[in-house]
C-alpha cells in the first residue's frame, strides 16, 4: 500500500461514524438532530462524493443552543481563571493527542493538502495554551486616581457569543476565536461553514472529553441566511465574532443593529506583495509562492496582487511561473501534494471564471489557468503576468492559487497600487532599504505588514484587517477587549464636599 493509500483507508476509517451516522448539532453537552429533523449533504472536493449527511440548523435549534449557552454562562462566567486556565490547557492535550484525526477530517473536507493541515490541530491547540495562560489575568484592569476619587477598572465576560467561521482552515481559525471567547468566561454558539463541519463536531467533543462544561461550547450546523441570520439577531447574544467575506460581514452589521450587537470581522483581502530590485530575490520568489500557492490560495492573507519593480519584472515573474509550475496538485492526503482540490464546485466555477476575465481584460498567462483532471476540483496554481492594477483580476479576492503580477516604476507607483483596492488585509515588502521600509510601511492600508517575510503568526501580535478587510483585532488582550466588558469603580478617597441641592 502506498502512504496515499494508507492515509486514505486511514481518513475513512476517522470519518465513517460522521459518514453513518452524519454531522450532528451538539447543544447543551448532547449530539443532536436538527428539531425539524432536515439535514444537507457535505461532498469530497476530491472526487465530489458524498462525505456525510449534516443537520441543517434553523432557527429553533438556534434557539436551544443560545438557551443552553446562556445557562452555562452562569457558571462559566464565575469559575476562576485558574480554574478556566486548567480546563482549557486539558482541551489543548486533548487536541494534540488527536491530530492526526483533525488533519485527516480536515483535508477531506476542505480539500487542504496535509501537509499544510498537519500542523493545524497543533497550532489549534497552541491557540488554547496561549489564551489559557492569560485567563488568569483576564479580568485585571487599570487604577486612575485623582485627589478625590480613586477609579478603578476592570473586565468582565460580555455574555454569551455567537463565532461564525469559513471553510477554508476550519479547524484553526475557530479556535482563535473559540480559545479567547471561552478563557474571558463567555459561553458559545458556533455556526461552521455549511461546506466544512466535521472539525468543529470534533472539538466540541474534544473539548468537553477534556473537561470543558456542557454548554459552554455548542454548534449548530446549517446556512447562513438561516441558522447564521437567527444567531446574530438573538437578543441573548451579546457579540458576534465572524471571518468570511466582506459582503457578508455587512449583512451581519445590519442583522445585528435591532439588538446593539458588537461585531468582530475578520473578511477579505487582496494582499499585495511588492518586491523592489535591491530585495533578497531568491527569498521574495520562495515567499511570495508560498503565500499565494500553499493553503490552495485559499487563505484571507495570502499575497494575491505581486508588485514587482519593473526592472526585475520579467526575471521575477519567470522565476515565480517557474515555481508554479512546478507545484504537485494532487491528493490532499497525499504528503507530497502542494495545491489540493478547491473546497467545492461552486466555488471552482468562481476561480475558474476569473481565467477566462483575465484573458478578455488582456492579462498574459504565464503558468497554469485551467483545470488539472476531469474529476474533483484541482484548479492548476496560476501566474496572470502584465495585468495592471485595475482590472478585475487584481481588485476582487479570487480566494484560489492565482497571482496577479504587475509591475511598478517606484515607491510612489507600488505605494498608489497597493493602497487602490477595497481591501487592507495585509501587506508584504521586499527591500533592503531600512529607509524605504518604514516609509511605505507607515503609509501602506493594511492591518498588518511583513517585511522581508512570509506571514508568520505570533499570537500576542494584533491580527485584523482596515478597510474592507474587518473590524476589530484578534490576538493577545485585543481578543479579550472584545470578548469583555470593561467597568469602572469610583471610590472617594476623602470625605469631598457632595453638593446639596434644594436648600
Ligand atoms: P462566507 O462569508 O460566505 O461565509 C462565512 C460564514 O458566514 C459561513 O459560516 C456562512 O454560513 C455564514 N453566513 C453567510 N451568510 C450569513 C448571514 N447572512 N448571517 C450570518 N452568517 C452568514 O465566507 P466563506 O466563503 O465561507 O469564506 C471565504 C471568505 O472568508 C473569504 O472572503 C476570506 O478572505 C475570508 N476569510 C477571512 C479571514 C481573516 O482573518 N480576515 C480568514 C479566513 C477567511
Known amino acids: 500500500m502506498s502512504v496515499v493509500d494508507d492515509n486514505i483507508a486511514k481518513a475513512k476509517g476517522y470519518l465513517t461514524r460522521f459518514s453513518e451516522s452524519g454531522v450532528m448539532h451538539h447543544i447543551a453537552g448532547e449530539s443532536v438532530p436538527a428539531a425539524s429533523g ?11 462524493s458524498v462525505l456525510a449527511s449534516v443537520a441543517k440548523g434553523n432557527a429553533s435549534d438556534i434557539d436551544a443552543a443560545v438557551a443552553a449557552a446562556k445557562e452555562a454562562f452562569r457558571t462559566w462566567s464565575k469559575t476562576p481563571g485558574a480554574e478556566r486556565r486548567k480546563i482549557l490547557i486539558q482541551v489543548a492535550e486533548a487536541i494534540e493527542a ?35 495562560d492569560q485567563a488568569p489575568y483576564a479580568e485585571d484592569g487599570e487604577v486612575k486616581r485623582t485627589p478625590t476619587q480613586m477609579n478603578t477598572t476592570s473586565r468582565r465576560p460580555i455574555g454569551p457569543v455567537g463565532v461564525i467561521t469559513p471553510w477554508n482552515t476550519p479547524f484553526m481559525l475557530s479556535t482563535w476565536k473559540i480559545a479567547p471567547a471561552l478563557a474571558a468566561g463567555c459561553t458559545v454558539v458556533h455556526k461552521p461553514a455549511e461546506f466544512s463541519p466535521v472539525t468543529a463536531k470534533l472539538l466540541v467533543e474534544i473539548a468537553e472529553s477534556a473537561g470543558l462544561p456542557k454548554g459552554v461550547l455548542n454548534v449548530v450546523n446549517g446556512f447562513g441566511e438561516d441558522a447564521g441570520k437567527r444567531l446574530t439577531e438573538h437578543r441573548d447574544i ?7 467575506e466582506s459582503r457578508t460581514g455587512s449583512m451581519i452589521m445590519a442583522q445585528g443593529a435591532a439588538t446593539l450587537k458588537r461585531v468582530h470581522f475578520e473578511l477579505g483581502g487582496k494582499n499585495p506583495v511588492i518586491v523592489f530590485d535591491d530585495a533578497d530575490l531568491e527569498r521574495a520568489v520562495d515567499a511570495a509562492a508560498f503565500m499565494i500557492y500553499s493553503l490552495n490560495g485559499e487563505r484571507c492573507t495570502s499575497s494575491s496582487r505581486l508588485l514587482v519593480q519593473d526592472t526585475i519584472y ?44 483575465a484573458r478578455e ?22 501566474l496572470f503576468t502584465q495585468a495592471r492594477n485595475d482590472m478585475t483580476v487584481a481588485q476582487e479576492e479570487i480566494f484560489g492559487p492565482v497571482l496577479t503580477a504587475i509591475p511598478f516604476k517606484d515607491e510612489d507607483e507600488a505605494l498608489q497600487m497597493a493602497n487602490d483596492v477595497d481591501y487592507g488585509l495585509a501587506a508584504y515588502l521586499w527591500t533592503d532599504d531600512l529607509n524605504r521600509a518604514i516609509r511605505m510601511t507607515d503609509n501602506l492600508e493594511a492591518g498588518m505588514m511583513w517585511v522581508n517575510s512570509e506571514n508568520i503568526r505570533h499570537l500576542p501580535t494584533p491580527f485584523g484587517g482596515v478597510k474592507a478587510s474587518g473590524i476589530g483585532r484578534d490576538g493577545g488582550d485585543w481578543s479579550f477587549d472584545f470578548y469583555m466588558e470593561t467597568v469602572n469603580v469610583s471610590f472617594p478617597r476623602s470625605h469631598h464636599k457632595v453638593p446639596k441641592l434644594g436648600g
Open 361 to 382: 481584460e488582456g492579462a498574459v498567462i504565464a503558468a497554469g489557468g485551467e483545470k488539472v483532471g476531469d474529476s474533483g476540483c484541482f484548479v492548476a496554481p496560476t
Open 38 to 48: 432536515k439535514t444537507f449533504e457535505i461532498i469530497s472536493p476530491v472526487d465530489l
Open 98 to 132: 488527536r491530530a492526526e484525526e483533525i488533519a485527516f477530517a480536515e483535508c477531506m473536507d476542505t480539500g487542504q493538502a496535509l501537509r499544510f493541515m498537519s500542523k493545524a490541530a497543533i497550532r489549534g491547540a497552541a491557540n488554547f495554551r496561549y489564551f489559557a
Open 238 to 244: 451579546k457579540a458576534i465574532a465572524f471571518v468570511g
Open 314 to 357: 520579467e526575471d521575477f515573474t519567470a522565476r515565480v511561473a517557474e515555481v508554479a509550475k512546478r507545484i504537485k496538485v494532487g491528493h490532499p492526503l497525499d504528503p507530497e501534494t502542494v495545491v489540493g482540490p478547491l473546497i467545492h464546485p461552486e466555488h471552482e466555477a468562481k476561480v475558474l471564471s476569473y481565467f477566462d476575465k
